[in-house]
Each structure stands twice: as C-alpha cells, then as structure tokens.
C-alpha cells in the first residue's frame, strides 16, 4: 500500500484542509473529552460509597471533614448531581459542535469539488462519468460527514477513557492496572492490522458505487433509447451486475470488519477476569480496600467495553478515508484550462478572430485540427463545413477554450484569448450547440440564464427573433411554463429555438451557430434564416452547418478535411473551383449521383 493510498494520509490531507475549522474541531473535542471526564466519575463515587458503608467514619470522604456517614452519603449525592449535569451540558455541547462542524465541513467540500469539476477542461468529462462526479459529490460527501457526526467523537472519548481510568488504576493499585491494560496492545494491533486490510477494500467499495451511479445515470438520461430497442431486459441484467459487483466489495469488507468484534471481546475478557480474581483476593487479604476494588470492577468496564465499539468506528473511519481520497482526489484534479488570464476586452468588442498555425489533438485519437491559420473580420459571417470528423466543432471548442491549443495561438481583437480571463472571453461568445441543453425550471429561467436581470420585454423580443412565440405563447402559462429536465416537455425543434433565444439575449459580439437549426421542420429554419440575418448585423457569427443551402450568404465557408483547411472562398467562389464544397453541394441539391464525401 502506497503512503497516497494509506488511511493516515488521508486523514492528514482532511486535516491540512480543514485548518480553517482548526478552533472549532479543539472546542469540540475539548466538550468530548469533558464529557468522558464525568462519564466515568459516577464508577468513581460507587467505589467511595460502598468505602462510606464499609469503613463510616474511617472512609475516605471522612478524612475531607465530613465525619458522620449520612453527611458523606449527602456530599456524594451532591456530587453524583452535578456530575450528571456536567456530563449532560458536555454531551448536548460535544453534539452540537461535532454535528454542525460534519455539516458545514461537508458542504465546503461539496462546494469546493462542485467548483473543480466546473474548471475542468472538456476531456476531464470525457474520462470521467457523470454518475461517478455525482457519487463523490453525494455519496462519499455523505460518508464523511457521517464520521464526523459520530465517528470522530467515539475515537476521542476512547482514548480519554483508556487515559483516564487508566490514570486511576496505577494510582489505586500498578499490580491491577498492569493486567487490566494488557489487552490493550492486543486491541490496537487488531485495530491497525483490520486498518490495512479494510483500506483497498472500502476503496474497491467506492469504486463500485461511481460504477453503480454511472450505470444508472446513462440508463435513466438513455430510457427513451432503451425502451425502442427493447433492451429493458439487457440493462436490468447489467444494472443486477453493477449491483453484485457492489455487494460483492462490501461483503468482502464486511467480512474483515466483522472479525474485529469477536477478537476485541476476547482480549477484553482477559482484562476484566484479571482484575476481578487478582482484585479480589488483594481484597481478601486487606491489601486493598472494599470500596477500592468496586471501584476498580466497575472502571474495568469504563476502561474496556468502550473498545467494543472502535470496531464499528474504525469500520465508519475506513469508509470515511477512502471517500476522503476520492473527495480531495477531486479537488486535487488540476485543469489542463487554467484561468490565469488577467486581460479584459477592450469595450465595445469588434469581435475579429483570428487562428494562427494553431493544432490540436484530442487524446488518445488522431482526431484533431493542424496548422490552421485563419481571419475572421469584425460583423463577417464564416461558415465551417466538411465531413463528420473534419475539426469543424474542434475550432469552436477550442475558441471557447474548451480545450488547450498544443500550438499556435487564436485571437479574438487581436488579444491572445489565454491571456484573458476565461469570463471576459466567454461572455463575449454566445453558442447555439446542436446538443441543447435545457435546465429544469421555466421558459423565462432558461432563456435568461445568460442575463438573469432580463426584463419580461427583452424575453419576450428574444423568443420572437428566434421565430419561437408562436409556440411559447400557446403553452399552458407562457413563459413561465415549467420545461421539465433538460427540456423533456418539448420537442426538438422547441428546444432548438430555445436555445437561439438564449443566445439573442445574451447580445455577444460573437455568436456561435453550431448546427443550430438542424432539429426544427423547413419552415421553421426559414423563419429562423431570416431572424439569423438580423441577429447577424454588425456581429461576427461563425456557423457549422451540415446543409450547406443554410450558408450560401456567407463572407467566407472554409472546409475541412481531416483537420485542414482544404478550401475557403464564398459559395461562388467555391462552386468555380469544383472541388470538395462543390461535389458535396451537387449531392444535397441533386444535381449530380451520391457520392461519398
């Protein structure tokens, strides 16, 4: 087990990142061990009771001055009261602190993760699922702030407890507490023996929850797929796997810790029978006092059983550390993106772009772009066409710096777009993808969301430019009409049109049109082909476009071919040369047979 893997250094890595909690975990585990301070005084005040029965006026509470018995057995009451309040007080305080600490840590690190993942560059998502980010978020966010809840405190309140009632029995009687302590060793080596042999265990646990939550986030977001091929029955099947394979992993966990128990008892029997055979026949032969050895069996018990329950803690603190791993794994996670720009754009944005000998390769693949270099003057349409796979998408994602150039550089204003900080660059795009993507909430929530101050009227002007009233205004409460997740209550087309509205109120000087009207019927990308040629005025647009009749007015179409630049030129200009563009618009207009292109 490498020291990264281990469940010490994962602990020292929570603790390094909760320093800023530093104050409240000492008040906390200060409550914690008070609260065992007077959880073990009532054994304590046994012992001396039964010493004021037996010895009265020779007992040990007579000697403080309190000479008649009933007088002790007063003062003892007294005492028994207070202690009780006291470790009440401690108890409700140590809950408190312990509870509001597990929630507000657990929540930092949710955040702190969520924020991660957000700074991610593209290929971090490709690697990773969704129901695997979503595990880690909840489930072992969730796992920890369990110890902490309990965990954390039982650790604590053992070890002030062997502390304590140890520091009583060498005070009493060293011969005793020797043999009452011997199995102690015996329970820590069991503990860190159980420790390394839990830890890859509850990781591959960990693992199979992100496998499980993946399995049932694809299928779930992919019912509609599952359902017309008839494949319910295949993916219960893999869904029964991914579960066997999870209840496998704990078993095997469960099976070590469930050892623990049963080995902790034995070695605690040890202990108890020491102290009450050798105690008691040091009480027989008057070594030691009546009230001492009461006192001495019942600590033995304080001092004992508690360590019982370190199995169960230290079975939550595995869980806990390796959902910690995962958790600060995460937060760890550097960004291939990094936003270290410090530039704004200069205001108003004219919105030239301009791609220098730039190239990139997607991990892992030969897909990619290399050595393009273009311009795209301030308020010109470009085009982008070419076959699937060509680098069209590749050039948007990386303007966006979805993704790192590897070299080159791209331009928008003439300023390098990874020196500006990624909000300016962002906030000066607005993209209408292929792919929309719709939140759950109203219409109103979804066409804002690039402007969430937006008036009713700019809402209401940026759905009629996206040709997107006539619809929007039949639904049952307009514009506050819930969409369901990701849209599912309207069709493709609505969603579509949605989108471009999004994008119309967020009035970027650059406007990205990425298959934007590849889901609506002809007469609606007609209407929309007009309200384009509006929205278009005096703004720099970049359109990828499959059917090349929605691009024919382009400044420039540039196509691509496995990641260059084979041809550029307006639709005339492309048509005279016969190549690539004009083979394949001879094949959408019919006017030559199919080819492949």
């Given at each position: 087990?490498?020291?990264?893997?281990?469940?010490?250094?994962?602990?020292?890595?929570?603790?390094?990142?909760?320093?800023?909690?530093?104050?409240?975990?000492?008040?906390?585990?200060?409550?914690?061990?008070?609260?065992?301070?007077?959880?073990?005084?009532?054994?304590?005040?046994?012992?001396?009771?039964?010493?004021?029965?037996?010895?009265?006026?020779?007992?040990?509470?007579?000697?403080?001055?309190?000479?008649?018995?009933?007088?002790?057995?007063?003062?003892?009451?007294?005492?028994?009261?207070?202690?009780?309040?006291?470790?009440?007080?401690?108890?409700?305080?140590?809950?408190?602190?312990?509870?509001?600490?597990?929630?507000?840590?657990?929540?930092?690190?949710?955040?702190?993760?969520?924020?991660?993942?957000?700074?991610?560059?593209?290929?971090?998502?490709?690697?990773?699922?969704?129901?695997?980010?979503?595990?880690?978020?909840?489930?072992?966010?969730?796992?920890?702030?369990?110890?902490?809840?309990?965990?954390?405190?039982?650790?604590?309140?053992?070890?002030?407890?062997?502390?304590?009632?140890?520091?009583?029995?060498?005070?009493?009687?060293?011969?005793?507490?020797?043999?009452?302590?011997?199995?102690?060793?015996?329970?820590?080596?069991?503990?860190?023996?159980?420790?390394?042999?839990?830890?890859?265990?509850?990781?591959?646990?960990?693992?199979?929850?992100?496998?499980?939550?993946?399995?049932?986030?694809?299928?779930?977001?992919?019912?509609?797929?599952?359902?017309?091929?008839?494949?319910?029955?295949?993916?219960?099947?893999r869904l029964r796997g991914a579960?066997?394979?999870?209840?496998?992993?704990?078993?095997?966990?469960?099976?070590?810790?469930?050892?623990?128990?049963?080995?902790?008892?034995?070695?605690?029997?040890?202990?108890?029978?020491?102290?009450?055979?050798?105690?008691?026949?040091?009480?027989?032969?008057?070594?030691?006092?009546?009230?001492?050895?009461?006192?001495?069996?019942?600590?033995?018990?304080?001092?004992?059983?508690?360590?019982?329950?370190?199995?169960?803690?230290?079975?939550?603190?595995?869980?806990?550390?390796?959902?910690?791993?995962?958790?600060?794994?995460?937060?760890?996670?550097?960004?291939?993106?990094?936003?270290?720009?410090?530039?704004?754009?200069?205001?108003?944005?004219?919105?030239?772009?301009?791609?220098?000998?730039?190239?990139?390769?997607?991990?892992?693949?030969?897909?990619?772009?290399?050595?393009?270099?273009?311009?795209?003057?301030?308020?010109?349409?470009?085009?982008?066409?070419?076959?699937?796979?060509?680098?069209?998408?590749?050039?948007?994602?990386?303007?966006?710096?979805?993704?790192?150039?590897?070299?080159?550089?791209?331009?928008?204003?003439?300023?390098?777009?990874?020196?500006?900080?990624?909000?300016?660059?962002?906030?000066?795009?607005?993209?209408?993808?292929?792919?929309?993507?719709?939140?759950?909430?109203?219409?109103?929530d979804n066409i804002a969301y690039g402007?969430?101050?937006?008036?009713?009227?700019?809402?209401?002007?940026?759905?009629?430019?996206?040709?997107?009233?006539?619809?929007?205004?039949?639904?049952?409460?307009?514009?506050?009409?819930?969409?369901?997740?990701?849209?599912?209550?309207?069709?493709?087309?609505?969603?579509?049109?949605?989108?471009?509205?999004?994008?119309?109120?967020?009035?970027?000087?650059?406007?990205?049109?990425?298959?934007?009207?590849?889901?609506?019927?002809?007469?609606?990308?007609?209407?929309?082909?007009?309200?384009?040629?509006?929205?278009?005025?005096?703004?720099?647009?970049?359109?990828?476009?499959?059917?090349?009749?929605?691009?024919?007015?382009?400044?420039?179409?540039?196509?691509?071919?496995?990641?260059?630049?084979?041809?550029?030129?307006?639709?005339?200009?492309?048509?005279?040369?016969?190549?690539?563009?004009?083979?394949?618009?001879?094949?959408?207009?019919?006017?030559?047979?199919?080819?492949?292109?």
């Amino acid at each position: 087990m490498t020291e990264s893997t281990t469940s010490f250094s994962a602990l020292l890595r929570l603790i390094r990142y909760a320093r800023g909690y530093r104050r409240r975990i000492i008040l906390a585990s200060l409550c914690s061990a008070l609260n065992t301070f007077f959880d073990i005084m009532p054994e304590i005040l046994i012992g001396i009771a039964i010493d004021v029965v037996v010895n009265r006026e020779s007992s040990f509470v007579a000697s403080l001055g309190f000479t008649t018995p009933q007088s002790q057995i007063v003062v003892l009451g007294v005492l028994t009261f207070l202690i009780w309040v006291g470790e009440s007080a401690f108890e409700y305080l140590y809950l408190i602190l312990w509870r509001n600490l597990a929630q507000d840590l657990q929540a930092d690190m949710r955040q702190a993760a969520y924020d991660q993942v957000q700074r991610q560059d593209m290929s971090f998502f490709e690697s990773r699922g969704s129901g695997e980010l979503v595990a880690i978020l909840n489930d072992d966010v969730n796992q920890l702030e369990r110890f902490l809840d309990g965990g954390a405190n039982d650790f604590l309140q053992v070890f002030m407890a062997v502390l304590l009632v140890g520091g009583v029995f060498f005070y009493v009687s060293p011969t005793i507490a020797w043999l009452a302590i011997t199995p102690i060793p015996v329970v820590i080596w069991g503990a860190f023996y159980f420790m390394r042999k839990a830890t890859p265990l509850y990781s591959d646990v960990r693992a199979e929850v992100g496998g499980l939550a993946n399995r049932l986030s694809n299928n779930l977001g992919g019912m509609a797929t599952i359902k017309s091929f008839t494949a319910e029955n295949r993916e219960s099947a893999r869904l029964r796997g991914a579960s066997e394979r999870y209840v496998t992993a704990n078993r095997r966990a469960i099976r070590v810790s469930s050892a623990f128990v049963p080995m902790i008892r034995m070695a605690i029997l040890v202990g108890f029978l020491a102290t009450f055979i050798v105690g008691g026949f040091k009480t027989l032969d008057g070594s030691l006092n009546v009230g001492a050895y009461g006192m001495l069996v019942f600590l033995t018990q304080r001092l004992l059983w508690p360590l019982t329950r370190l199995a169960q803690t230290v079975d939550l603190y595995e869980r806990a550390m390796a959902s910690t791993r995962r958790i600060l794994g995460l937060i760890e996670t550097p960004s291939d993106v990094r936003n270290t720009g410090t530039k704004e754009l200069a205001k108003p944005v004219n919105g030239q772009i301009q791609f220098d000998d730039i190239s990139f390769q997607y991990f892992g693949t030969k897909a990619g772009v290399q050595n393009i270099s273009l311009t795209v003057s301030a308020g010109n349409t470009i085009a982008l066409v070419g076959a699937t796979g060509s680098g069209k998408s590749t050039l948007i994602k990386l303007l966006l710096r979805f993704y790192p150039v590897t070299t080159g550089s791209i331009r928008i204003d003439n300023e390098p777009i990874d020196q500006l900080t990624l909000a300016a660059l962002r906030e000066s795009i607005g993209l209408v993808s292929q792919d929309v993507f719709l939140f759950e909430g109203s219409v109103r929530d979804n066409i804002a969301y690039g402007k969430p101050d937006a008036s009713d009227d700019e809402i209401e002007l940026a759905i009629k430019s996206a040709e997107a009233w006539d619809f929007v205004s039949e639904l049952s409460d307009g514009i506050d009409t819930l969409v369901g997740e990701r849209g599912v209550k309207l069709s493709g087309g609505q969603r579509q049109r949605l989108s471009l509205a999004r994008a119309i109120l967020k009035n970027p000087p650059i406007l990205i049109l990425d298959e934007a009207t590849s889901a609506v019927d002809n007469e609606t990308e007609a209407a929309i082909q007009k309200s384009l040629a509006r929205v278009s005025r005096n703004r720099t647009v970049l359109v990828v476009a499959h059917r090349l009749s929605t691009i024919v007015g382009a400044d420039n179409i540039v196509v691509l071919d496995q990641g260059r630049v084979v041809e550029q030129g307006t639709h005339a200009q492309l048509i005279a040369i016969n190549g690539f563009y004009a083979r394949q618009w001879q094949v959408q207009t019919g006017s030559a047979a199919l080819t492949t292109y």
